[in-house]
């Protein structure tokens, strides 16, 4: 079956504007999770979504950063205002249940970069 | 604080050989450890999972290991191939409430012809 799509996989921006990006999750999975990934360091995590719980935004940067996930599938992440400091591999990633040893499937990110 | 650490220098090795990479974690106490695969430009790919009451866990090449009271993870893929070059991360779940794991930086390794 078709894994997590991530679009678009290339975003250049000019700093100041707004982006969105999009994932797909695998159909069924309940939990998506955000992360960010710059050169040469770790995943970053970002937001989490679990069903229709209220999502945890423990990990956004500052309120420049926000995600929905609409009908508990595909999500959109939004970035106002990008600052270069923004540019980074966003991953998105589901899992069946988002139990504890439930695998993360990932997406392949969309590299932003704001110029 | 707390502090998932993995080797940053990458692991050069040659073919057949047995590669091992290392996760060791300090302020944590997981529940499960998972341990991924990422190629330049992918996102990670699941490879295992081991869980705190788990000494080892194998599948095909690959062998984890879990030490609690070391609190290390130990990583082996036997008989390495040129395909097996990549990134390898480590990620944590914690017992208690957190359903969000907080990944390594990841160990690159380099299995030469």
């Known amino acids: 079956g078709a894994g997590v799509s991530q679009s678009p996989s290339n975003k250049v921006t000019e700093k100041g504007k707004d982006v969105e990006l999009r994932c797909d999750p695998i159909s069924g999975h309940t939990a998506l999770y955000w992360y960010r990934q710059s050169l040469g360091q770790g995943l970053e995590f970002l937001i989490y979504f679990q069903g229709n719980s209220a999502p945890d935004k423990s990990g956004l940067p500052s309120d420049r950063f926000s995600a929905e996930r609409t009908g508990g599938s595909v999500s959109t992440l939004t970035i106002q205002r990008t600052q270069q400091e923004d540019s980074a591999v966003y991953l998105c990633?589901?899992?069946?249940?988002?139990?504890?040893?439930?695998?993360?499937?990932f997406g392949n990110g969309t590299r932003l970069t704001v110029t | 604080s707390q502090k998932i650490e993995q080797n940053s220098e990458a692991l050069n090795i040659q073919e057949g050989k047995t590669a091992t990479l290392t996760c060791n974690y300090t302020?944590?106490?997981?529940?499960?450890l998972q341990w991924y695969r990422q190629d330049p430009g992918r996102g990670p790919v699941f490879l295992l999972l081991?869980?705190?009451?788990?000494k080892e866990k194998r599948k095909e090449r690959l062998k984890v290991t879990f030490d609690t009271t070391l609190k290390q993870s130990l990583f082996h893929i036997t008989a390495s191939q040129p395909a097996d070059s990549a990134t390898y991360l480590c990620?944590?779940?914690?017992?208690?409430?957190?359903?969000?794991?907080?990944f390594g930086r990841g160990t690159s390794l380099i299995v030469h012809p």
């Open positions: 302020n944590y106490s997981p529940a499960y």
């Open positions: 990633a589901s899992s069946l249940s988002g139990e504890r040893n439930s695998p993360l499937h």
């Open positions: 081991i869980r705190e009451n788990e």
């Open positions: 990620a944590l779940f914690t017992s208690g409430g957190s359903y969000i794991p907080t």
